[in-house]
């Protein structure tokens, strides 16, 4: 497992490189679209974004919602400014690492992740703090990818693990069901697809 252990700045680096495709996906109705739509037009209230990427998601949050967007990707973080602009969106940026960053608990009615579980050095430590984010009475919402209950699949997936995590900084075999029902998160509904390797949750903190 060492050669998988990247430290933050090296993925920031990854990801900064990537913002540019991220930022025409976020353009893009494509399933990714669709799966988001479907998840997050839960979301209502105070919403904060984890690991906001190129501001795909914001198109899918009510008009009236403040919205707190963070990520450790300056780049990201500047190609979802051109998003929220063009939506005419105000949005709250925090410039940090997720796993690290200040923010107040028991603050937002809406806690979001969207394929980020999958990059984090210790998920288990985010989704703990999503859950000390959310107000007693709020919600959150995961959009998230991992290993697949088919074999065959899994196998390759473990197989190329090392790659992706170091080509793309995402790794593909964590359980990530097993991440959320190990968390202090109740699962309210989910949904799998693609041979359950991509899963949308409601949830709330316990």
């Keep these: 497992m060492g050669v998988l252990k990247m430290n933050i700045d090296h993925q920031v680096e990854i990801f900064n490189k990537q913002a540019g495709k991220y930022y025409k996906r976020a353009k893009q109705k494509n399933m990714d679209f669709r ?37 450790f990707s300056p780049n990201m973080i500047n190609r979802a400014k051109l998003v929220a602009a063009d939506q005419g969106r105000q949005v709250d940026f925090r410039l940090g690492n997720v796993e690290e960053i200040a923010l107040p608990e028991k603050t937002y009615d809406t806690v979001i ?12 430590k985010v989704l703990k703090r999503m859950a000390s984010w959310c107000k007693e ?6 959009f998230e990818h991992g ?23 995402c790794h593909t075999n964590r ?3 097993k991440l ?23 949830a709330k903190p316990v």
């Design 35 to 71: 799966l988001r739509r479907k998840l997050l037009q839960s979301a209502t209230g105070d919403i904060l974004e984890l690991s906001v990427g190129a501001g795909m998601s914001f198109q899918f949050y009510p008009k009236s919602s403040r919205i707190t967007a963070v990520d």
């Design 113 to 124: 992740s969207t394929l980020s579980l999958c990059s984090y050095p210790h998920p288990e």
């Design 137 to 142: 009475d709020g919600k959150i919402l995961l």
């Design 147 to 169: 290993i697949s209950t088919n074999t065959f699949v899994a196998w390759i997936q473990h197989k190329t693990n090392s790659f992706y995590f170091k080509k793309v900084g």
């Design 175 to 177: 359980d990530i069901l």
């Design 180 to 202: 959320v029902q190990e968390s202090p998160l109740s699962i309210v509904k989910s949904e799998h697809y693609v041979l359950n390797t991509v899963h949308l949750i409601w």
